[in-house]
């Protein structure tokens, strides 16, 4: 069984943001897919981003749920399934 991750940051230190991302990238037989969906004002970390990292810019603090929310949709565009979360079923 393999798992999306999304990382949420507003501003974190890099190193601490580089150290998230590489322990997830570690468990390669884990993880399909990992989104870092950066709610900061600037994109900084977008030319810090290692390959196999699917960087998610918003320019605006949205929140830690809007951000996963937005990794969900970008899982279910790629035609990856999405369980469902809500009573209504649908994934967001």
Same mark, same amino acid.
């Given at each position: 069984?393999?798992?999306?991750?999304?990382?949420?940051?507003?501003?974190?230190? =890099?190193?601490?943001? #580089?150290?998230?991302?590489?322990?997830?990238?570690?468990?390669?037989? =884990?993880?399909?897919?990992?989104?870092?969906?950066?709610?900061?004002?600037?994109?900084?970390?977008? &030319?810090?981003? &290692?390959?196999?990292?699917?960087?998610?810019?918003?320019?605006?603090? =949205? *929140?830690?749920? #809007?951000?996963?929310?937005?990794?969900?949709?970008? #899982?279910?565009?790629? *035609?990856? !399934?999405? !369980? !469902?979360?809500?009573?209504? *079923?649908? !994934?967001?």
């Amino acid at each position: 069984m393999s798992v999306n991750v999304a990382i949420v940051v507003y501003e974190n230190p =890099l190193l601490m943001i #580089k150290a998230a991302v590489d322990s997830v990238l570690q468990e390669k037989e =884990l993880v399909d897919h990992l989104y870092l969906i950066d709610n900061s004002p600037t994109d900084r970390l977008r &030319k810090s981003c &290692k390959s196999g990292v699917d960087y998610l810019f918003t320019g605006e603090n =949205l *929140g830690f749920g #809007k951000a996963n929310n937005i990794a969900m949709r970008k #899982k279910y565009r790629r *035609g990856d !399934p999405v !369980p !469902p979360t809500g009573q209504s *079923g649908h !994934p967001f």
